[in-house]
């Protein structure tokens, strides 16, 4: 954004200036609204937390896939527009679209985790349909005792097209007080009110919700093409590992006392976190 608008304006007066308001603009509203070229519209709706709570390098990341284990039923999650509006094949007949790419995500951002050195791996339920949402098998379940054990769990998912679906953006666990890393996530992605639809089923439980774009246009079209699938699932997942490691460790203000004096704390930069997370 700010480099396409310093290229329109040649005078550097202006430019500064431009830049110093977009600045001020962006400190007071940290999400922008408009729209991210790969993921779509942001989340709009107002919200107020703030991701505060230290994740400590060695806690265990959990990566679920929304609606893992309720197709069939309630909550089976979106077909996506180019099977419900463009009567496009479903990518997989006995799941809904959402579910396809939930684990497609899941899974590359557990490998990409684990190439980077995070402690991160997945859960899979491994039945399409468990009637009983607190069946022990369940995301829902498995997720609610990886954070009462101390862990950060995070379920994948795409939202619905059009005005049925709301955006990208973060929901942060119900149970605990939101973490660093979910505020990473929000600033990246958008940030959900805190008890968005009264509370969901998943960060009651201790789960952080990541909606990654609504399932739809230029996102969609590029999952679906064989010849791009692979390296937006690899961005998607790359962007969401990115977030989450810029989200663990000690707060910027706490690292500064141990940093060496020219580490610049100022302005989080992936690969300085990253160097401390693998050195960890
Ligand atoms: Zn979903």
Redesign the pocket.
Known sequence: MIPRRLALTPALLVAGLILSVVIATAAKAPHPQEEDPLTGVRVTLSASWMGRATTSEDKEILVLA??GDSQGIE?A??SGAAVDRGGARPMNPHMRD?LFW?RRVRDAVVRTGQARGLNIRSYEPDQLTIRNEDDPRTNWSVGRRHHDAGGYAL?I????YGNHGVGSGLIPNLRSPATRIDESLALNFGRYPLNFRGGLGAPRRGIS?L?IGKLEGQLERKLRDPQSRNAVVAALALRIVEAIELGIGEAPATRKLSSPPDADDSVPQATDHRTNVVGG
């Open positions: 929304g609606h909550g999650g979106t959402e939930n379920e998912h795409f939202d619905a919700i909606e």
